[in-house]
């Protein structure tokens, strides 16, 4: 059974840190999936934050978390990360973990986690 679990969210002081992770297991081939990280606020849609290629040898970001938040992952070890710094208020949200990959015959597999609480306050 496919399935990805978040941890290291909590209550941090703005322009403090928090490392996000996200352990996958049940995965056949987890080297070859694209792994996102996706936030959501009360109320407002949910959000596209960090991208990592299958290889981890390209990454992409939201604007608003540029030169702040960085993805990672580890694949022998079946992990990505989200280091998050200079936190703000507005980065308060629910972050979820997403595995995707597409195979040649066009069958697309799309993995969600729960998610974890981050909540940016003084």
């Known amino acids: 059974q496919v399935q990805l679990v978040e941890s290291g969210g909590g209550l941090v002081q703005p322009g403090g840190s928090l490392r996000l992770s996200c352990a996958a297991s049940?995965?056949?081939?987890?080297?070859?999936?694209?792994m996102n990280w996706y936030r959501q606020a009360p109320g407002k849609e949910r959000e596209l934050v960090a991208v990592?290629?299958?290889?981890?040898?390209?990454?992409n970001y939201a604007d608003s978390v540029k030169g702040r938040f960085t993805i990672s992952r580890d694949n022998a070890k079946n992990m990505v990360y989200l280091q998050m710094n200079s936190l703000k208020p507005e980065d308060t949200a629910v972050y979820s973990c997403n595995a995707n990959r597409r195979d040649p015959w066009g069958d697309e597999y799309d993995y969600w986690g729960q998610g974890t609480q981050v909540t940016v306050s003084s």
């Open positions: 049940g995965f056949t081939f987890f080297s070859s999936y694209v």
């Open positions: 990592i290629t299958s290889t981890g040898d390209s990454t």
